[in-house]
């Protein structure tokens, strides 16, 4: 059981340049979200989804989309990135009225 | 704002000895609350939760309280090991879902 699983696990980007972040989770779980951690903070929400074709805004959305075709995919794009955006982000997931959220192994992100 | 946050940045201590990592809330709404441990390079792992309508959970050498009067959570590690090492957040679910707001977090430093 893979679990939560985003790729890349590192990448770095170029001022303006576009990129998706992707993580995909096997368990079948309704929500699925996206955060990211600064150095020495707690994790942020960015967006989030409570099904397939649902998604909604968190605390720090700007700069960020996603959709959500599937259950088991939550891509996360970046579409003009900015050094404000260098990051390690993580995506996670969960059952419908479970409080217990598995994370993913996180993809550092630096924009230079 | 509402936030979630942590008193101290760094504990030690001792191989064998209890530790308490402590949280301070200032959302009187929440339904949850969760701790999580994070290893160096990966992601949150969750430790144990409590509901708002409790003040004690007990889990494996865990154990969380709950001041709702003071809006205070704390995490007790019984037994510390140096398996125990990472960094420690509290994390309010104000819903079932993924939607959480994460403290700023406590290193946790065990010697042998």
């Known amino acids: 059981n893979a679990g939560v699983t985003q790729t890349p696990k590192f990448q770095v980007l170029k001022t303006g340049q576009s990129m998706t972040l992707q993580c995909a989770q096997d368990m079948n779980h309704e929500y699925m979200s996206w955060y990211r951690q600064d150095p020495g903070m707690g994790l942020r929400l960015i967006h989030y989804s409570v099904g397939a074709g649902i998604t909604d805004q968190g605390e720090v959305p700007n700069g960020y989309n996603v959709s959500r075709s599937t259950t088991e995919d939550f891509p996360l794009r970046l579409l003009s990135a900015a050094p404000s955006q260098t990051s390690v982000y993580f995506c996670a997931s969960s059952w419908t009225g479970g409080n217990t959220i598995y994370f993913g192994e996180g993809s550092w992100l630096t924009v230079v | 704002g509402e936030s979630v946050g942590l008193h101290l940045p760094t504990l030690s201590v001792q191989e064998g000895d209890n530790s308490i990592i402590n949280c301070a809330y200032s959302?009187?709404?929440?339904?949850?609350f969760i701790w999580y441990k994070q290893e160096s390079g990966k992601g949150p792992q969750f430790i144990i939760d409590?509901?708002?309508?409790?003040d004690k959970r007990q889990g494996q050498r865990v154990t969380v309280l709950l001041n709702k009067t003071v809006k205070h959570l704390s995490l007790q590690i019984a037994a510390t090991q140096p398996g125990d090492s990472a960094v420690y957040f509290c994390a309010e679910n104000r819903n079932a879902g993924n939607m959480l707001t994460f403290g700023g977090g406590t290193r946790l430093m065990v010697k042998p």
């Open positions: 409590i509901r708002s309508n409790m």
């Open positions: 959302n009187s709404a929440s339904d949850y």
